[in-house]
Structure formats: structure tokens, C-alpha cells
């Protein structure tokens, strides 16, 4: 198993400005994931966070939008860019155990844009 | 591209009435379902998947590869069912193997 925490838990912040969630894993992982969930929507993933080498995005989402660090295996950060209220959602980072075939999720963050 | 669909947004039952959550999915290669719950409060967990055939809280779901369904399954709903539920896939190996897409979840509400 994998445990997960998220740092802010939530936010609120102005348009323009930029934010950095920061995901902490308490063990060793290879793939990590973000994800967006806007108000009243599913889960949609952002993009992979692969230790040394660049996150790959999904279709819709660019690196300059989205740049996302991970410096090793128990660490990540989505730093969302320059914003606007459709940025409104809640951010989750997870990491997929291939040995266990699960996918553990951390608890999220709440960002609000005005 | 693969697609995950929950025709029920919203699902109420009574507490020990049967309970049924449908769930569809498009992929045109071989898919690993997942069903993942979260309750109120709680952070996104996994219910169950279908490769490991368990039975988790007196839930079960079978993969139907001819119906592309995977629906969740209990005979005897309680209150503490009570959750948003999300189905979801990712592809058996290869590169995209992880990345799950899910449905749009479905809220499960059981009334006592």
C-alpha cells in the first residue's frame, strides 16, 4: 500500500497567479499521476510524473500550464499557471503499485480562483 | 481512445433492497476495470477489480467482455453504502498501463 499526503489541502487565490501542490508518498513509487476534478465532473488525468525524465501530458494539457517536478521516488509538484476561474477544481496526485495493481490517491486539493 | 460511461448519476435505494451501479465501457484492446469508492469526507479508494474475482463489503462485479460492462453488485444494500461511486479503466500493459480513466461516478444513496 501507499500513503499519500497533499500539501495545501486547499487554496484560494487570484486570477494571474500561480500555485504549487506539493504530493509526498511514504515509500518508493515509479508512477506517479495527477488529476483534475472540476466541480461536477469525473477525474480526468493530467498527466504522469516519471522520476528523472519529463512528466508526459494527456491531450488538453501542456507543460506550460502545468509544469510538474519530481525530484525523486517519494516526491512530486503541479504547480498550476497563471489562473483563472476555470482553474476551479480539486487537484489529486496518485501512484499506481504495479505489484499490486492499485492505485492509491492522495486527498486532495481544493483551489479556488476569483 | 478508451471511454468509461455510468448511465446513473444519481441511485437510491432502500437499506436491504438489492443494489445495482451499471457501468459500460469502450476499449478496443484489453481493459482492467476498477471500481473505486469514496465516501463522504474520505479520500478516492479502490472497491474492487475485476482480475482479482473478490467480493469486497458484499460488493462483486464481473466483467461482461461481450455487454463491454462491468456493473457493481450487491444483494443486500446498508446505510453505510452510502458513497460516490466510480468505475473506472486502464489498459492490461503497456505504456498507458496505470492511467486510469473513469466514469462519471454515481452517487449511491441508501435510505434506512
Known amino acids: 500500500s501507499a500513503v499519500i499526503s497533499q500539501k495545501p489541502s486547499r487554496d484560494i487565490c487570484q486570477r494571474g497567479t500561480s500555485l504549487t501542490i506539493q504530493c509526498q508518498v511514504d515509500?518508493?513509487?515509479?508512477?506517479m499521476f495527477w488529476y483534475r476534478q472540476q466541480p461536477g465532473q469525473s477525474l480526468t488525468l493530467i498527466a504522469t510524473?516519471?522520476?528523472?525524465?519529463?512528466?508526459?501530458?494527456e491531450s488538453g494539457f501542456v507543460i506550460d500550464k502545468f509544469p510538474i517536478s519530481r525530484p525523486n521516488l517519494t516526491f512530486s509538484t503541479l504547480t498550476v499557471s497563471n489562473m483563472s476561474p476555470e482553474d476551479s477544481s480539486i487537484y489529486l496526485c496518485?501512484?499506481?503499485?504495479?505489484?499490486?495493481?492499485?492505485?492509491?490517491f492522495g486527498p486532495g486539493t481544493r483551489l479556488t480562483v476569483l | 481512445a478508451q471511454r468509461v460511461t455510468q448511465p446513473e448519476k444519481l441511485l437510491s435505494v432502500f437499506k436491504g433492497a438489492p443494489v445495482e451501479l451499471k457501468c459500460n465501457y469502450s476499449?478496443?484492446?484489453?481493459?482492467?476495470l476498477f471500481w473505486y469508492v469514496q465516501y463522504s469526507r474520505q479520500r478516492l479508494q479502490l472497491l474492487l477489480r475485476?482480475?482479482s474475482r473478490e467480493s469486497i463489503k458484499g460488493f462483486t462485479a464481473d466483467l461482461n467482455k461481450g455487454e463491454t460492462s462491468f456493473h457493481l453488485k450487491k444483494p443486500f444494500a446498508q446505510e453505510e453504502d452510502s458513497a460516490m461511486y466510480y468505475c473506472?479503466?486502464?489498459?492490461?500493459?503497456?505504456?498507458?498501463?496505470?492511467?486510469?480513466?473513469f466514469g462519471q461516478g454515481t452517487i449511491l444513496t441508501v435510505h434506512p
Open positions: 496518485s501512484v499506481w503499485t504495479g505489484d499490486g495493481r492499485e492505485q492509491f
Open positions: 476499449y478496443s484492446g484489453s481493459p482492467e
Open positions: 510524473a516519471n522520476q528523472g525524465s519529463e512528466a508526459t501530458y
Open positions: 475485476h482480475i
Open positions: 515509500s518508493q513509487v515509479t508512477m
Open positions: 473506472a479503466l486502464t489498459t492490461a500493459g503497456g505504456t498507458s498501463y496505470g492511467k486510469l480513466t
